[in-house]
């Protein structure tokens, strides 16, 4: 089988926002509450973050263990990586994710303002400027035969889905509104032109979007 190029367990709110406004170092989701959004992926036995203590080994649980399945790299935007804009001002920081980032893959953070690539833990760091398909080139060669996870923000999955690259996407709609911020969709009933979709609903109130290509 080819590779595939899939969004894993990434989250919106019930209007479609992936993050708020405004954001910063110390408000890396804006003015949304990960606490709120997110919910639903940290009361799970396999969270997105390592955390002490064991989680809910039920119907979301099943998702996030499924995050990091047959991943050989990922590729998130500039903003998932950090608040920062235009030129690097601050090479000394290195995103928001600490000395053992939750990727243990190559990934590709693209962006309009290069810089030198770094390694913290199993996760490698690269700052590529390209288009969607150059980029996506560029991972799964390092992926070396396994899929790519495109990780966010909203900004950069809606760029994918317009060059028609995306093969297959899990979201998660949170039972929460933001209002305004970076927005995957208005309707999930947007992909249907070129997707299959099932809707999981699940007991802790967040409802699992499943869409694979056409």
Same mark, same amino acid.
């Given at each position: 089988? =080819?590779?595939?190029?899939?969004?894993?367990?990434? #989250?919106?709110?019930?209007? @479609?926002?992936?993050?708020?406004?405004?954001?910063?170092?110390?408000?890396?989701?804006?003015?949304?509450?990960?606490?709120?959004?997110?919910?639903?992926?940290?009361?799970?036995?396999?969270?997105?973050?390592?955390?002490?203590?064991?989680?809910? *080994?039920?119907?979301?649980?099943?998702?996030?263990?499924?995050?990091?399945?047959?991943? @050989?790299?990922?590729?998130?935007? *500039?903003?998932?990586?950090? /608040?920062?804009?235009? /030129?690097?001002?601050?090479?000394?920081?290195?995103?928001?994710? @600490?000395?053992?980032?939750?990727?243990?893959?190559?990934?590709?953070?693209?962006?309009?303002?290069?810089?030198?690539?770094?390694?913290? =833990?199993?996760?490698?760091?690269?700052?590529?400027?390209?288009?969607?398909?150059?980029?996506?080139?560029?991972?799964?060669?390092?992926?070396?035969?396994?899929?790519? *996870?495109?990780?966010?923000?909203?900004?950069?999955?809606?760029?994918?889905?317009?060059?028609?690259?995306?093969?297959?996407?899990?979201?998660?709609?949170? /039972?929460?509104?933001?209002? =305004?911020?970076?927005?995957?969709?208005?309707?999930?009933?947007?992909?249907?032109?070129?997707?299959?979709?099932?809707?999981?609903?699940?007991?802790?109130?967040? #409802?699992?979007?499943?869409?694979?290509?056409?």
């Amino acid at each position: 089988m =080819s590779q595939l190029l899939r969004v894993q367990n990434f #989250t919106v709110s019930s209007d @479609g926002f992936g993050a708020g406004e405004g954001q910063s170092l110390e408000k890396p989701f804006g003015h949304a509450d990960p606490g709120n959004l997110l919910a639903w992926a940290f009361a799970t036995d396999h969270p997105p973050i390592k955390r002490s203590g064991p989680g809910g *080994r039920g119907l979301d649980d099943y998702f996030t263990r499924d995050y990091a399945r047959n991943i @050989g790299a990922e590729i998130m935007g *500039r903003n998932k990586f950090g /608040p920062q804009r235009g /030129p690097w001002q601050d090479h000394e920081w290195q995103g928001w994710w @600490g000395d053992e980032p939750p990727f243990h893959t190559p990934v590709f953070v693209m962006t309009h303002h290069e810089r030198p690539s770094f390694t913290l =833990s199993d996760t490698t760091f690269h700052f590529v400027d390209g288009d969607p398909a150059a980029v996506l080139s560029q991972a799964k060669e390092a992926a070396q035969g396994k899929d790519v *996870r495109l990780g966010g923000g909203a900004t950069i999955i809606r760029q994918f889905l317009e060059a028609d690259l995306l093969d297959t996407l899990h979201v998660a709609v949170a /039972p929460t509104k933001l209002g =305004s911020g970076a927005r995957l969709w208005e309707s999930p009933d947007e992909l249907l032109d070129r997707f299959h979709q099932d809707v999981v609903p699940s007991p802790s109130g967040v #409802t699992h979007h499943l869409f694979w290509r056409r």
